[in-house]
Nanobody
Framework: VQLQASGGGLVPSGGSLRLSCAAS????????MGWSRQAPGKEREFVAA????????YYADFVKGRFTISRDGAKNTVYLQMNNLKPEDTADYYC?????????????????WGQGTQVTVSS
């Protein structure tokens, strides 16, 4: 299984980025995909994910209304559209895959992780 994340970069405060995560080696529709992030010196935290039914979406409070998770089943790719970025969004962003029945926010529920893509938001 491979999860290849991309799309990070340096943006000014208020800017936008779209992260992509291409999955291979797994049956995309059988897994719940999600995004987490880890800022320097901080613990990894949940950002967004698809729920157990594969359609519902969930977000951490600090990104609601600004970030959107989506996917393209034909491309086995999940996206994270990030708008109105803030300096506190600066972190390495990781995509991950879990069995759909497991809870969305616990990092331990995700069996597969991508390598991370760095997002830096300047003030």
């Amino acid at each position: 299984v491979q999860l290849q994340a991309s799309g990070g970069g340096l943006v000014p405060s208020g800017g936008s980025l779209r992260l992509s995560c291409a999955a291979s080696g797994l049956t995309f529709s059988s897994f719940g995909m999600g995004w987490s992030r880890q800022a320097p010196g901080k613990e990894r935290e949940f950002v967004a994910a698809f729920g157990w039914n594969g359609d519902s979406t969930y977000y951490a409070d600090f990104v609601k209304g600004r970030f959107t998770i989506s996917r393209d089943g034909a491309k086995n790719t999940v996206y994270l559209q990030m708008n109105n970025l803030k300096p506190e969004d600066t972190a390495d962003y990781y995509c991950a895959a879990r069995a759909r029945a497991l809870g969305i926010s616990a990092a331990g529920n995700y069996a597969y992780w991508g390598q991370g893509t760095q997002v830096t938001v300047s003030s």
